[in-house]
């Protein structure tokens, strides 16, 4: 696909690999309607993309809000003739074993994560339909790949993305509509600071977990918004990001049951 005039929507554009993901395209021309629930990071990659010469328009969104999500095609529309690519991206955290994770605070990232991605998707396919080729790209995790211990929610919520996406991508064979799954590894964004905690820790504890996780998020938010723009382009159906996504892709094919032995102990 060549990016330069084709509409993209992106969510979750306001920080990280969102912002990442709209530069990228703004460099190849392709314009732009950028959503975040973040007013201030909204505006900020606004002022990013502002100088190339692409059609933008920015869109106040929380993907967990179902009226919302319903109306954001007129919003696009009125900013954008067409729509050719859609980017769910946005999505949170949650920090907290099963047990220490309240029901409520698993639905609140499942509306997010999940149901997010399902709206969006479910909201701008008839517009997708429209365009001559068209593409959904689900943003799921290195966690929608194995499901590491403390992470329950998450990990549930991206193998849900990754499930949903593979039969999506079937039921649209044939169509104008493509899809596309990414699998990101450990990407230097602020998902886990801006993580939701459960009660059961300390502070102290807490900051610990955060601190160990961080270790392991490497790459530039820049290299990640270019490796999945470059494989939208190159129409790739699984985009994996990054050495840890692949090795672990990898890890899970021979050891599906016990590759927590091994890579537990790398990520201790």
Known sequence: MNLAGRTAVVTGAGSGIGRAIAVSLAKRQCHLALADID?????????????????????????????????????????????????????VALGGSFEEISEADFQWLFNINFWGVVRMSRAFLPVLRQS?????????????????????????????VRGFSNALRYELEGSTVAVTVVHPGGVATSIARNARKSNGNSAAQIDEAIDRVERFLRMPPQRAGEIIVKGVAKGKARILVGMDAKVASLIERVMPVSYWRLLGRRLQ
């Open 132 to 160: 001559d080729a068209a593409r959904i790209v689900n943003m799921s995790s290195l966690f929608g790949l194995i499901s590491p211990p403390g992470q329950a929610a998450y990990a549930a919520s991206k193998f849900a």
């Open 39 to 91: 007013e201030a990071g909204l505006s900020q990659t606004g002022k990013f993309v502002e100088n190339c010469a692409v059609n933008l328009s920015l869109h106040l969104l929380d993907v967990g809000d179902q009226d919302a999500v319903a109306a954001m095609p007129k919003a696009v529309a009125q900013r954008h003739a067409k729509v050719d690519l859609l980017f769910n991206n946005a999505g």
